[in-house]
């Protein structure tokens, strides 16, 4: 069962559509502060500090997947709440989910957080992505050969990525749950803003990638991402025209990547004079 990518790509925008519309219904002035605050939003902690998951995540999931399985009922989908569902008779193509990409920015009332959708065929060539935003009003897009594209305040403007020989040169990045790791990075920062002005941690690497999309960001690389955060932006940058690097790791319909693997892999993107300054 074949599709193409614009198809592919509209199935996309519905699903992250539905996620965000999810998103959009957090209660005003709901946070992590209070009782109030954490039964609004169903609050759990997934079991490192920092790592949460609150009900807006799985609702949200919950309305990405109703809107693949209506449209695409033979399609295999790995989401970060449910995992991977695998139907009887699998088409080929494997949309990778992230509902609610920057959890904590969401419970803060911090406006990057986003839901990601992006869609691979049988071989893992990622064909459509979506990232929206939508305490932005902003909706990332891209399909293979067909650009990247944003739409915000009822334009739609094509992206071509930061700005080639500026100065005060930009990188965002971020950290790690896991301590060791976490320790990791801060002792290699300094060799990772070797030839960057500044440091930006927004805390939502889907995010982090369409801004190097819409040149926001200089570049962007960090460790120890799982698939569902880049996927969707990894393709927007790409399709933008910027270097990109992605984790080589064992495909979840595989049973993998280990956590190990995971940890030291990373995602980057940038212009391509910027792609020396990230660790193999």
Same mark, same amino acid.
């Given at each position: ?78 989401? $970060? ?6 139907? $009887? ?46 305490? *932005? ?59 960057? @002005?500044? *440091? ?8 982090? *990638? ?7 960001? #200089? ?9 569902? #955060? ?6 927007? @940058? ?11 790791? +064992? ?6 990547? +280990?956590?190990? #693997? ?11 004079? *910027? ?6």
């Amino acid at each position: 069962m074949t599709a193409n990518v614009t198809e592919l790509l509209g199935v996309a925008h519905a699903a992250a559509a539905a996620g965000a519309a999810v998103l959009a219904g957090r209660p005003v002035g709901a946070d992590a502060a209070g009782s109030v605050g954490v039964a609004n939003l169903g609050l759990v902690n997934k079991g490192d500090a920092g790592d949460w998951v609150t009900a807006f995540d799985v609702a949200a999931e919950n309305a990405v997947r109703d809107v693949i399985t209506s449209a695409r009922p033979h399609d295999t989908i790995t989401g $970060e709440e449910h995992g991977t569902t695998v139907p $009887e008779s699998p088409s080929g193509y494997r949309w990778s989910i992230d509902p609610l990409d920057g959890t904590t920015n969401f419970i803060r009332n911090i406006v990057y957080y986003a839901t990601s959708v992006a869609v691979a065929d049988a071989d893992g060539v990622w064909l459509a992505g979506v990232v929206n935003a939508p305490a *932005l009003g902003r909706i990332y897009s891209a399909a293979r050969g067909r650009g990247a594209w944003l739409e915000e305040k009822g334009q739609r403007t094509q992206l071509s990525g930061p700005l080639l020989g500026r100065t005060g040169l930009i990188v965002a990045s971020g950290f790690s749950y896991d301590p060791a790791t976490r320790t990791e990075q801060f002792s290699g920062l300094g060799s990772l803003m070797e030839g960057f @002005a500044d *440091l930006r941690r927004l805390g939502s690497a889907a995010l982090d *990638l369409c801004l190097v999309a819409d040149g926001t960001h #200089d570049a962007f690389g960090e460790r120890g991402l799982n698939e569902h #955060d880049y996927a969707a932006g990894a393709l927007i @940058a790409e399709e933008a025209g910027c270097w990109v690097r992605r984790p080589r790791l +064992t495909s979840p319909l595989d049973g993998g990547p +280990t956590d190990a #693997d995971r940890l030291e892999a990373w995602t980057c993107a940038g212009t391509l004079e *910027l792609s020396g300054k990230f660790p193999l």
